[in-house]
């Protein structure tokens, strides 16, 4: 079965830069947008940022001028260049997409999380 796969998360000081990529294990039939949440221990899961397959984009307010979501169309692949980090970016950055395949009709799949953490 088809599952997302995330990358690139880690440590960084306040300032500092991380990018994250995400992209499906294998063959899909029609995507239709992707996007990253992120979770705070307690906290509800928070959308950071969305993109669709004709380019439209969303970001929250805590990250619009910090955050760059892009995608590769050729490879189904996200990727989340996160600039100027702050520490209250910490959290778990989930990834998540809306895609159909060959043998499953359109529904979201979850990336298993990959950890952020700005600290000095």
């Known amino acids: 079965q088809v599952h997302l796969v995330e990358s690139g998360g880690g440590l960084v000081q306040p300032g500092g830069s991380l990018k994250l990529s995400c992209a499906p294990s294998g063959s899909i039939l029609r995507l239709y947008y992707m996007r990253w949440f992120r979770q705070i221990p307690g906290e509800q899961r928070e959308l950071v940022s969305l993109?669709?397959?004709?380019?439209?984009?969303h970001y929250s307010d805590s990250v619009k001028g910090r955050f760059t979501i892009s995608m590769d169309d050729a490879k189904n692949t996200m990727q989340l260049q996160m600039d100027n980090l702050r520490p209250e970016d910490t959290a778990v950055y989930f990834c998540?997409?809306?895609?159909?395949?060959?043998?499953?009709?359109?529904?979201?799949?979850w990336g298993q999380g990959t950890q952020v953490t700005v600290s000095s």
């Open positions: 993109i669709t397959t004709d380019g439209k984009t």
């Open positions: 998540n997409a809306y895609f159909s395949t060959e043998t499953a009709a359109a529904k979201d799949y």
